[in-house]
């Protein structure tokens, strides 16, 4: 079993409260506009860190994540991009590759409104994290956590770090 904390647009923000809700995580995935390189090295001294580059990323987290991540953690496809869309309204630029792979987990950023949704025609669980960052139009920042384990995506929990 793998216990991932997820995030999203952080903007450049660090907050203390990500060493205590990630403390007993075993990676970090950050579905981006991480915002600096500093902000991403300190994630990567907390944990292992997966993630892409969003759309606010200079040239240096660009070179160093992509613009869209697959890999298979604990017999889970995950598909991990900051511009996603979201079921039934996927954006077209990554729907293609979408539904090419069918990956069983889709993590999208960018709207800073979180939402968890199974989409019934992918056969995919969809998540988005909201914003941890104070930067946007979202009032409260949020965070999920959630384990992986043998081919499932189990105790989910959504995390309210506070007002921006």
């Not at 952080?10 to 579905?31: Q, R, S, V």
Request: hydrophobic share 35%; charged share 25%; aromatic share 10%.
């Amino acid at each position: 079993m793998i216990k991932v904390g997820l995030l999203s647009d952080t903007h450049g923000y660090w907050d203390d409260k990500y060493n205590e809700y990630f403390g007993a995580c075993d990676e970090i995935w950050h579905a981006g506009d991480i915002g600096s390189d500093i902000l991403a090295a300190k994630l990567e001294l907390l944990k292992p860190l997966r993630a892409v580059y969003g759309n606010i990323d200079g040239q240096t987290l660009r070179r160093q994540y992509t613009k869209i991540a697959h890999f298979t953690v604990e017999g889970v496809s995950v598909m991990m991009t900051h511009i996603g869309g979201y079921p039934g309204r996927y954006e077209p630029s990554i729907r293609k590759e979408l539904y090419d792979t069918r990956p069983k987990l889709f993590i999208a950023g960018h709207s800073h409104i979180l939402k968890v949704q199974y989409d019934k025609n992918l056969e995919c669980l969809y998540m988005n994290p909201g914003a941890a960052g104070k930067s946007g139009f979202h009032q409260v920042r949020t965070l999920l956590r959630f384990a992986l384990d043998s081919g499932s995506i189990k105790d989910l929990e959504v995390i309210e770090l506070g007002f921006r």
